[in-house]
């Protein structure tokens, strides 16, 4: 994992607002919410029993790193993710695979 998305992780763990380079985390106190933006654009809100993943309008590695950096640290590493396959996006909950969609939401 990049040093980046460790201090990404951290700011949200820590429910702080936090940014560096291309990325930021705000904590929205009175939702008790982690909004996180790659280049301003929202890829991710994470709650206290969700992570919520959006592309940003970009589906790039680096758009996919930081939501795997995020999953990783707020879901299951194992059985959760965000992959890559012949150009098109995909999300791995509990180990199904399903087409990757804008607002998908990861529960507890």
Do not use: P
């Amino acid at each position: 994992m990049r040093k980046i998305e460790t201090q990404m992780n951290q700011a949200v763990a820590n429910s702080k607002t936090w940014s560096s380079g291309n990325t930021t985390v705000h904590f929205n106190e009175e939702e008790n919410l982690s909004i996180v933006r790659l280049h301003g654009n929202k890829i991710a809100e994470i709650g206290e029993d969700f992570l919520r993943i959006f592309d940003g309008g970009w589906q790039t590695v680096t758009t996919k790193s930081r939501l795997n950096a995020l999953i990783d640290r707020f879901c299951n590493a194992q059985t959760d993710g965000v992959f890559q396959k012949n150009y098109q996006w995909f999300v791995r909950d509990n180990g199904q695979t399903l087409s990757f969609a804008n607002g998908y939401t990861f529960a507890e």
